[in-house]
């Protein structure tokens, strides 16, 4: 191979890398204008890719994957299904449990029952099991509407959009912008159960302004 073909393979090849590493990072968020990076952008493959779209899910997510619990080895339609089963008042006290999200390993496509490791795409039929997915939380849904996004501090995906929160490295957790200028810091505040709604601070997705307020107006009282 002649010196001006080795130049041009190595071009080549450094576009690729390009193109590659110029691919957005983290949780992963398909919508109309992404139809380039599914296998060539061909029709066909994107109908395949969009099967489904919020025809499927529970009362929590609309999502194409079911999971298998890491903890009991049981299928639900999300962590908030098993929680819901595995730790109400109705079963032993010693048995009860929380799904640990961040072990989980292993989904089931909704739409061709194949069962494989924690992906965005199904591995058999091609379908986006979510259409907002982070690697992270192993979390899938199909409702974007929902602006979610991961804070890296918080250790959690959250909803509302990344634009109307900032994350309180003193409280540990994020607020509305709406609280930016006047919130009482407070150490690891939010690491605890909302005295409000009682659901965990933290564990949440999102807390709802009125949450916020309310604690806000109790630290200050």
């Known amino acids: 191979m002649g010196a001006v073909q080795l130049e041009s393979v190595a071009a080549q090849h450094a576009q690729a890398k390009l193109n590659v590493e110029s ?9 109309g204008n992404d ?30 994957c079911r ?17 819901e089963s595995k730790n109400s008042i109705k079963i032993d006290t010693p048995t009860r449990h929380e799904l640990p999200r961040h072990e989980l390993q292993q989904v089931i496509c909704t739409l061709c029952g194949t069962e494989q490791e924690v992906r965005q795409v199904c591995i058999n039929c091609g379908v986006c099991m979510g259409k ?4 992270v939380c192993k979390l899938f849904d199909d409702d974007v509407s929902k602006q979610q ?3 890296h501090a918080c250790g959690i995906c959250r909803i509302g959009g990344r ?14 912008k709406v609280l930016k200028n006047s919130h009482a810091c407070v150490e690891g505040a ?32």
Do not use: W
């Open 67 to 83: 999971i298998r619990a890491p903890c009991c080895n049981e299928i639900f339609d999300c962590r908030h299904c098993h929680n």
């Open 149 to 151: 996004y991961h804070c």
């Open 132 to 135: 907002y997915f982070c690697e």
């Open 35 to 64: 139809t380039a990076r599914i296998n060539g952008s061909e029709s066909d493959e994107y109908e395949k890719f969009d099967k489904g779209l919020m025809q499927y899910g529970c009362a929590h997510y609309r999502r194409r």
């Open 163 to 176: 634009e109307n929160f900032f994350h309180c490295s003193k409280c540990g957790c994020c607020y509305s």
């Open 190 to 221: 939010m690491h605890h159960d909302c005295p409000i709604c009682f659901d965990t601070c933290l564990s949440q997705e999102t807390m709802s302004l009125f949450c916020h307020v309310v604690i806000q107006f109790m630290k200050n009282a």
């Open 23 to 31: 691919l957005p990072q983290g949780p992963s968020l398909f919508d």
